[in-house]
């Protein structure tokens, strides 16, 4: 489908704007009757006013060029109202682009996507925190993810592969600790548990290829959870082969069809999930954090918005 408007929301703070000007120049300045409009996130406001703006402005596609942060908050403002988002990944995680293929590190390759590419429907999930929602499009939680944002510098966050996030993990288990969870699903009852790391996303693989939700799809009306019990050396062994065996390799190989549950690791899903805390955890939202909280709760947003 051709469009007709086409509004760009770039993160300034993020270095390469020379390149991504000259790659919408060069993308969209043959375009037939193509129109371009940007638009600057700021700190305040990371994309979501800019997102409304450029749909009142007309924008039928809306590229976000940025980090997760830049993605998950074009997408809240874009979620239902027709107009498709774009995506330029400009961060260190592009959690998202990495879900969808999306080029990295090759601005006029995503948006080569954005002008050419089938248009897809994908879910959004929204939470609850504090009397406010927020969305998100990759994953929330609380636990060694979010501790390692906390635990960690940032060069970490640069680096792909399995030993690096193991390293990760290992840094970070000092500052997590087993609390009680009232865990809801739907409709269901409350359900009395302990852990220290859950997990709950729309799509499930982080950097290196490794994927924590093994059965989240971005368009099954669904949310997927991971839930972490794992204490000592022994648990922690089979917290590392649920990931990197069961839930990794053999699931590859078409060896295992559906996540796989063991002593330390529970996966579920769900269309909405309660929780709550008996101590306050760090959480993240789409791999930001947010500070300690000690409930909250999720929902999914089936087909809330068209990605290009």
């Known amino acids: 489908m051709a469009i007709s408007k086409l509004g760009v929301i770039w993160n300034p703070s993020k270095p390469g704007g020379d390149q991504l000007q000259s790659a919408v120049e060069d993308v ?3 375009a037939d009757g193509t129109q371009v409009e940007w638009w600057e996130t700021t700190v305040e406001d990371p994309g979501r006013g800019q997102a409304a703006d450029a749909v009142a402005a007309g924008c039928d596609v809306v590229v976000a060029a940025g980090g997760d942060g830049t993605v998950r908050a074009v997408a809240e403002g874009l979620a239902g109202t027709g107009a498709a988002l774009g995506i330029v990944p400009r961060g260190t995680g ?3 682009a990495r879900n ?3 080029p990295l590190n090759d601005p006029s390759a995503a948006l080569l996507r954005v002008r ?3 248009e897809k ?3 959004i999930g929204w939470v609850e925190v504090d009397g406010e929602e927020h969305a998100f499009v990759v994953m929330v939680g609380f636990g060694i993810d979010a501790q390692m944002l906390v635990e960690t510098d940032e060069d970490l966050k640069d680096r792909a592969g399995w030993l690096a996030y193991v390293e990760a993990m290992g840094r970070a288990l000092a500052g997590t600790e087993m609390t009680d969870i009232a865990l809801t699903l739907d409709e269901g009852e409350a359900q009395e548990l302990r852990g220290h790391t859950m997990l709950i996303g729309n799509c499930g693989m982080v950097q290196g290829g490794i994927r924590l939700l093994p059965d989240a799809v971005l368009d099954d009306g669904q949310l997927d959870m991971l839930l972490v019990s794992a204490e000592g050396p022994l648990q ?3 917290t590392v082969r649920s990931v990197v065996w069961e839930n990794g390799i053999r699931r590859i190989f078409g060896a295992v069809e559906e996540a796989v549950s063991t002593n330390s690791t529970t996966h579920v899903a769900a269309e909405r999930i309660s929780v709550e805390l008996s101590s306050p955890q760090i959480f993240e939202i789409d791999g930001e954090e947010v500070g300690e909280v000690s409930r909250f ?3 999914v947003q089936p087909a809330a918005i068209t990605v290009r």
């Open 297 to 299: 709760s999720v929902r």
């Open 100 to 102: 969808l293929s999306i």
């Open 116 to 118: 050419d590419g089938e």
């Open 94 to 96: 592009n959690l998202l």
């Open 28 to 30: 969209f300045g043959d």
């Open 236 to 238: 922690w062994l089979d």
């Open 121 to 123: 429907k994908i879910d």
